[in-house]
């Protein structure tokens, strides 16, 4: 594959040029939320490269945190986010996640949110890592459907304009090296489209489908996170994945995630030989996910796990409706029978480096949400704070594009690729085969636990696929030129760092160590990982 900032080769004459004012890529809490925020004041263009609802967001299940509960404080708030980031919180932005979380709560909840109640009461729920019960959730396991459906009720209330289907490749830079706009395919036409605004928001989400197992649907390929990374911005803290300790774990079944709140009601982890097999950890079920899924993780070395929900007895059914529906079509029925899990890639901490304001290096992109990292999640994201995220710093980065009100950028100040015209190279005939090698490659040497020479080996594995790989333009082929480029990002940070740390776990360097708590910043062209503190 090339070293370019463009993914492929375009000339200005080829594709179909459009022009709004403030451009969000992505359609889940993140983007919508900023979309809505700056209707107000700009003409507003969302692309989107699925239909409007799919997104990590529409499949999150066991709620929001938020401090409102009666016993619950911001304060409190902040000390378990920070205790679970593990020395790498950015205490400014868990400050403003804690204290502006409310107000963004009681906004979605004024925007016809419907979370769950008791005698009229909002109900809480306690999940792992959390001191107090503060996780607010929807029809019981489907918060994130709920919270998406109101957003985009509310969307199609103003004059936001929504394009479905069109896939983000690359981001525009004018001659003054400042983002312009996006490149595009638009499935619906199969042309390729040129979009110019006054500023970009990223917010395009994660990646977990780099992993042969992951919670994330098909959508969540980290292109936004490629795209900056080409344009030259700075990526902070991708090795820091979290991998969920319980997904559904069963052949010919989607990796479908059993969420925290089922251990935090009750359910039990036991192995095959129906043992329990948590007593020796500190909090046991409800310690933070890095350690739990590394328990799982050894315990799956003797063979299956299972999640045990038959103390619950018919409650899952009201408690955890979509779980329970989801097992049974696999023929589980839990209230009778434990569920076989394991871990699976779930989020990302790290992504494109922004201030609290979602401000990135390249002037006039801003990025929020998963695919954004101000370090408010450090290096272990607190369960339920990321959709909290999505709408506190969808709603800073609103206040900080409307104070600056940069101009429109211009048509002939977009610099195209230099490399333009070539002929273009062979495309590589299978994207798919190439994808699996990939997610294989990272499950297995880049995933829980990691060690320099599995990292040297992925490495070494991914660059010959580098060197035989050329994406074509079809969407499916451009997604795995990404997560190629995203994968030998992550083995180069994981390498670097030799330390544990949240999660990022090194067999060989196990502990904890003083000197690396800073931050891992890396960026096109600059052979080396940075390191920072904040
Ligand atoms: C199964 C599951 C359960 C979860 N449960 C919870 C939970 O209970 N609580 C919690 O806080 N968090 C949860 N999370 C995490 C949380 O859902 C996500 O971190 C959060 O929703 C991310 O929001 P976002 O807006 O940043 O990205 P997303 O919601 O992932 O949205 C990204 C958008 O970008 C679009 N996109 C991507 N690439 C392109 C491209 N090239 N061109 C155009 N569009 C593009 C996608 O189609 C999508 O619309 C869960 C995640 C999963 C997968």
């Known amino acids: 594959m090339r070293d370019s900032n463009y993914l492929i080769p375009w000339n200005k004459n080829d594709v179909e040029r459009k022009t709004t004012e403030m451009l969000v890529l992505g359609s889940g809490i993140a983007g919508l939320f900023t979309a809505i925020k700056l209707s107000a004041d700009f003409k507003v263009t969302v692309l989107t490269k699925s239909n409007i609802r799919e997104s990590n967001t529409e499949h999150a299940q066991g709620g929001i945190a938020v401090a409102l509960n009666e016993d619950d404080s911001p304060e409190f708030h902040f000390g378990d986010t920070i205790k679970a980031g593990a020395g790498l919180c950015n205490i400014e932005a868990v400050k403003i996640l804690a204290e502006n979380g409310p107000e963004c709560v009681r906004e979605i909840i004024a925007m016809g949110a419907q979370f769950d109640k008791l005698n009229d009461r909002l109900k809480f729920t306690r999940e792992a890592a959390h001191s107090k019960s503060r996780v607010l959730h929807a029809k019981g396991d489907a918060t994130g459907e709920e919270i998406e459906k109101v957003l985009v009720a509310d969307i199609k209330k103003r004059s936001i304009e929504v394009q479905e289907n069109v896939f983000v490749i690359d981001l525009l830079i004018n001659n003054q090296g400042a983002v312009a706009g996006v490149l595009a395919l638009n499935n619906n036409t199969g042309r390729l489209e040129a979009w110019l605004a006054k500023a970009v928001i990223l ?3 994660g990646l977990g489908r780099l992993y042969k197992y992951t919670t994330n649907p098909e959508v969540t390929t980290g292109d936004g996170i490629a795209a900056a990374y080409r344009a030259g911005a700075e990526l902070m803290d991708m090795e820091f994945i979290q991998f969920h300790p319980t997904a559904l774990l069963l052949k010919g079944a989607p990796t479908f995630l059993i969420s925290e709140a089922a251990r935090g009601e ?22 933070p996910r890095d350690v739990v899924a590394r328990a799982i993780w050894n315990e799956m070395r003797e063979g299956q796990v299972f999640l045990d929900f038959r103390n619950l007895g018919t409650r899952v059914k009201e408690r955890f409706p979509s779980i329970y529906k989801n097992c049974l079509q696999y023929g589980i029925d839990l209230t009778t029978t434990p569920v076989p899990v394991g871990p699976a890639a779930h989020y990302l901490m790290g992504g494109v480096k922004v201030n609290i304001a979602g401000e990135t290096n390249l002037a006039n992109l801003y ?168």
Request: proline share 5%; with cysteine; aromatic share 6%.
């Open 203 to 205: 917010a395009t989400g």
């Open 266 to 287: 009750g359910a039990k982890l036991i192995n095959s030989r129906g043992e329990y097999f948590m007593e020796s950890i500190p909090d046991q079920e409800l310690a």
């Open 367 to 534: 990025a929020c949400g998963e695919c954004a990292c101000n370090g408010v999640h450090g290096a272990n994201r607190l369960a339920s704070n990321s959709l909290l995220d999505g709408l506190v710093f969808a709603k800073a980065i609103t206040e900080r594009i409307r104070a600056k009100n940069s101009p429109l950028n211009k048509w002939e100040d977009i610099v195209p690729p230099a490399n333009y015209p070539v002929t273009a190279p062979k495309p590589s005939p299978d994207a798919e085969r190439m994808l699996e090698k990939i997610r294989e490659i990272m499950w297995s040497k880049v995933g829980i636990i990691r060690d320099a020479e599995g990292l040297k080996e992925a490495m070494d594995r991914l660059q010959v696929l580098w060197e035989e790989y050329e994406p074509d333009t079809k969407q499916k082929s451009l997604e795995v030129a990404n997560m190629l480029t995203l994968s030998l990002v992550i083995v180069q940070a994981a390498l670097s760092r030799q330390e544990s740390r949240g999660g990022h776990y090194r067999s060989d360097f196990p502990e904890t160590r003083n000197e690396w708590q800073k931050h891992s910043v890396q960026q096109r062209g600059v052979s080396h990982v940075r390191y920072v503190s904040i």
